[in-house]
């Protein structure tokens, strides 16, 4: 049974940095792609980026795009979110998910299995 489980959340001002990391426990994390969600308080989750099995391929949303970095370390079973320049508008909490998909499936929908979330916030 893969669990996901999230680390890395804190509180920082803006500007400043942080890096989120999702451990997978569990086998063939690298047969699969991964992604990064938010949701803010009265907002719907919303998917923020996503990388391939390979960490090939990446994607963004608009509203990080230029800010944040996903990457992957297949050997570790781990994937990360590099979050850079924050905003008071990034404070959300923060999951990350898979499909069991092997591209860096930018379909909501399509993902299946989340982790607890962390909470990060960015005050101004």
């Known amino acids: 049974q893969v669990q996901l489980v999230e680390s890395g959340g804190g509180s920082v001002q803006a500007g400043g940095s942080l890096r989120l990391s999702c451990a997978w426990s569990?086998?063939?994390?690298?047969?699969?792609?991964m992604g990064w969600f938010r949701q803010a308080p009265g907002k719907e989750r919303e998917l923020i980026a996503a990388i391939n099995y390979s960490g090939g391929n990446t994607a963004y949303a608009d509203s990080v795009k230029g800010r944040f970095t996903i990457s992957r370390a297949n050997a570790e079973n781990t994937v990360y979110l590099q979050m850079n320049g924050l905003k008071p508008e990034d404070t959300a909490i923060y999951y990350c998910?898979?499909?069991?998909?092997?591209?860096?499936?930018?379909?909501?929908?399509?993902?299946?299995?989340w982790g607890q979330g962390t909470q990060v916030t960015v005050s101004s």
């Open positions: 569990g086998r063939f994390f690298s047969n699969y792609g």
């Open positions: 998910a898979t499909g069991f998909q092997a591209g860096a499936t930018t379909n909501a929908g399509l993902y299946n299995l």
